[in-house]
């Protein structure tokens, strides 16, 4: 196990990559993937971010329900092994991640907009000005 820290992904891709690596899969896990993206972007490996989806159902497939690392480790060899075609992990452009951004604005501004037509809080899921309330 090594810290979620670029330093310490960065030493250990350097050192996989006098051992011959040439190709990472990482199970995307909320977000804590993007550091060793990020790095084997800058590093030159390739890279693959499994989903979430895809993994828990190779696993279920496998047999295997325990979540320690070394199972997931074992999995995703055997998912990278068995899994043909899958595509190189690309650092998205700024105007995508920008346009992502908006898109998730939208929906939020959407979601509190429909929230408030229908007179409920979305904090409290409980109904405004509701007589019963009284």
């Given at each position: ?48 971010r499994a989903h979430r989806t895809?993994?828990?159902s190779f696993a279920k497939y ?53 929230s408030e037509q229908t007179g ?15």
């Amino acid at each position: 196990m090594i810290p979620n820290m670029v330093s310490a992904i960065k030493r250990l891709l350097s050192a996989r990559r006098k051992g011959g690596t040439s190709f990472i899969i990482c199970k995307a896990t909320g977000g804590y993937e993007r550091h060793v993206l990020h790095c084997c972007v800058e590093l030159n490996p390739s890279v693959h971010r499994a989903h979430r989806t895809r993994t828990r159902s190779f696993a279920k497939y496998l047999s295997l329900s325990a979540k320690a690392g070394a199972v997931d480790a074992r999995m995703l060899a055997l998912f990278d092994v068995q899994s043909e075609g899958l595509r190189r992990w690309q650092k998205l452009n700024q105007a995508t991640v920008e346009l992502r951004g908006l898109r998730r604005r939208h929906n939020d501004l959407a979601q509190m907009s429909g929230s408030e037509q229908t007179g409920w809080n979305i904090h409290t899921s409980k109904r405004l000005n509701d007589p019963r309330d009284a």
